[in-house]
């Protein structure tokens, strides 16, 4: 049995923090600071390696939230990042 895909997953792109560092001009203190505060989301705006602790950042969703804060529309774009991840997507069954 094969399965189909009802809608196709958003493409997210990770990336490590030096980068992200880089992309949102801001020191690793301060994206640091931001985590550790919970302004940043683990799940949402960066996720870690399993057995590891090398942190993977969202980039488009921190770039979002640099630009719009916490508002709603920010929070629509987290909705849409957590509607496209595999354990979120609806398989439908189909005859192959």
Known sequence: ?????????????GCATKEMCLI???STDTLKNYR???????GIHYYTLPNSTKIIWVRDLVRDWFVNG??????RACEKYLASLPS?????????
């Open 1 to 13: 049995m094969t399965y189909r895909v009802k809608r196709p997953p958003a493409q997210w792109v």
């Open 24 to 26: 949102a001009g801001v």
């Open 36 to 42: 550790v505060r919970g302004l940043l989301q683990k």
């Open 70 to 75: 916490d508002s709603p529309s920010h929070r």
């Open 88 to 96: 979120s997507v609806e398989y439908i069954p189909s005859a192959a």
